[in-house]
Every structure is written in structure tokens, then in C-alpha cells.
């Protein structure tokens, strides 16, 4: 904008004629407006990035999504208060990061086949706990599946 003021004091001074004056205030707000739509272009592309979103989509499509989102995330809040923390933490994350069995077992000092039995264990118990969400509370799968 301060591009534009200087036309104007330009012109105010006698500097440009009538013509040159909109001819350069026609110009410079042509390029303003196309560096704010190359600017929010490049955020939604950093923001499809980081949640996935896309401008190709109908914002039905995008509503879907965000809804199913807050389904399962609804889901996981339900499933941390039922679950007991030691499960929750290998949950959380080896399976939900899904880290390399090799990378967490040395990370937490185990040994793989002790490893691999509690992650047996937590994904039954998971599993167990799945179920009687489907049952009782929401069909996630269902829900998902649809």
C-alpha cells in the first residue's frame, strides 16, 4: 500500500498525469492481490500438510472427515480412562506412532520377546475393549466401515 500512497502523492503533486496515476494504481493493486492469492494458496498447502486437508475437496467431504476424526478421538479419551497406564503407554507409543519393535524395545530396555508379549497382551486387552465399545457405547466400526 505504501506503493500506491506514493502514486498519490506523485499525482497530487503534479509527477503524473490522470492516466499514469490509475495505470499505476491498476497495476500495483493487480499485483497486491495476486501475492496475497499466491500467500494463501501456499498456506493451504502447508496446512494440507499438517491435517490433511485439501482445497480439492467439497467441504462435505472435509465436515466427514473432521466429524469422523472427533469420533476417533472420542473413542481414544474413552479408551485412556478404561485402560491401565502401562498398557496406554505402549499403546500410545509403539502402536498409535508405530515405531519398529527393535527401535522401543531398546528405548525402553526390553527384551524383544519380552516386547512383543506385552504388546500381544495390550492389543487383547485393546481388542477386548473395542468390542464392548461397539457394543455398548457406539459402533465405531460401523461407523467407519459406512
Known sequence: MKY????????????????????NIERMTKREE??????????????????????????????LEKEKSEVIIHFLSWL????????????????????SVRKYAKKNKLNKNTFYSQVR????????DLDYYNEKIFNLREYLDG
Open 4 to 23: 500506491i500512497d506514493e502514486i498519490i502523492r506523485r499525482y497530487l503533486d503534479g509527477e503524473l498525469s490522470d492516466c499514469e496515476a490509475i495505470d
Open 34 to 63: 495476486y501475492q496475497r492469492d499466491v500467500d494463501y494458496n501456499r498456506f493451504l498447502n502447508t496446512l494440507s500438510k499438517y491435517q490433511g486437508y485439501s482445497t480439492s475437496k467439497s467441504p462435505e467431504e472435509v465436515y
Open 80 to 99: 485412556q480412562t478404561v485402560t491401565e497406564e502401562d498398557k496406554w503407554k505402549l499403546f500410545r507409543d509403539f502402536i498409535l506412532s508405530e515405531k
Open 121 to 128: 497382551t495390550a492389543r487383547n486387552i485393546m481388542k477386548e
